[in-house]
T-cell receptor, first 113, second 115 residues
C-alpha cells in the first residue's frame, strides 16, 4: 500500500528566502507525481506534474525533482513571497491503479514580511 | 474553459438528511474522481467514474454513499442519512480520456457541514 509523507508539516520563512519541501513515497512503482497548492478553504491548484521517466520540472520560481528509485521528490521555491503562503500537497499515481492519487498530508507554508 | 465546476460550494445538512454534491468536469474530460478531505487529514480517494460507468469505488464507504455520472449532466455524489462524521470537504477532479497520465484538474470543492 502506497504511503506518502511530507516533511516538514509546517514551515515559516521570511520573504525572499529559498526553500525546499520534501515528499517521500514507499512504493516506487508510480506513473507520475503531482504537486498541488491549496489555499485555506479553497480547492487544489496544480503546480507541477512529473512523469516517472522525468527527473525534474520547472515553472517560474518553482522547480520539482523526482528520484523514483529512492521514493523522493522535492519542491524548490525560489525567492519566496507572502503570496506563496499556502498548503503544498504532493500526490502520486501508482501503476496498476491508474485511477487514484495517493496524497501526502501537506506542508503548511507561511512566508512572512 | 471554465475548469472543473462543483456546486454548491457550501452545504449545510441536518443529521438524517440527504446531501447531493454535483461536479461538471472540464470540457473534453470524460473521467471524474471524487476525493474527501476530513478536517486535519489528507485527501482520500473515494470513486472513479466514466460516463454511465463506475470504474473504481474502492474508497467509498459501504453504506449511505453513492455516485453516478450520467450520459447527460454532471456527476453526482449522494450521501444519504448524513451524520456528523460526514462533515468534510469533497473535491471532484477530472482528467482527459485515458486517465490520470496527464494529470488531474481539481474543482474548488463542496464543504459539507452536518449539524
Amino acid at each position: 500500500k502506497q504511503e506518502v509523507t511530507q516533511i516538514p508539516a509546517a514551515l515559516s520563512v521570511p520573504e525572499g528566502e529559498n526553500l525546499v519541501l520534501n515528499c517521500s513515497f514507499t512504493d516506487s512503482a508510480i506513473y507520475n507525481l503531482q504537486w498541488f497548492r491549496q489555499d485555506p478553504g479553497k480547492g487544489l491548484t496544480s503546480l507541477l506534474l512529473i512523469q516517472s521517466s522525468q527527473r525534474e520540472q520547472t515553472s517560474g520560481r518553482l522547480n520539482a525533482s523526482l528520484d523514483k528509485s529512492s521514493g523522493r521528490s522535492t519542491l524548490y521555491i525560489a525567492a519566496s513571497q507572502p503570496g506563496d503562503s499556502a498548503t503544498y500537497l504532493c500526490a502520486v499515481l501508482n501503476t496498476g491503479t491508474a485511477s487514484k492519487l495517493t496524497f501526502g498530508t501537506g506542508t503548511r507554508l507561511q512566508v512572512t514580511l | 474553459n471554465a475548469g472543473v465546476m462543483q456546486n454548491p460550494r457550501h452545504l449545510v445538512r441536518r443529521r438524517g438528511q440527504e446531501a447531493r454534491l454535483r461536479c461538471s468536469p472540464m470540457k473534453g474530460h470524460s473521467h471524474v474522481y471524487w476525493y474527501r478531505q476530513l478536517p486535519e487529514e489528507g485527501l482520500k480517494f473515494m470513486v472513479y467514474l466514466q460516463k454511465e460507468n463506475i470504474i473504481d469505488e474502492s474508497g467509498m464507504p459501504k453504506e449511505r454513499f453513492s455516485a453516478e455520472f450520467p450520459k447527460e449532466g454532471p456527476s453526482i455524489l449522494r450521501i444519504q442519512q448524513v451524520v456528523r462524521g460526514d462533515s468534510a470537504a469533497y473535491f471532484c477532479a477530472s482528467s482527459p480520456p485515458g486517465g490520470g497520465w496527464s494529470g488531474y484538474t481539481f474543482g474548488s470543492g463542496t464543504r459539507l457541514t452536518v449539524v
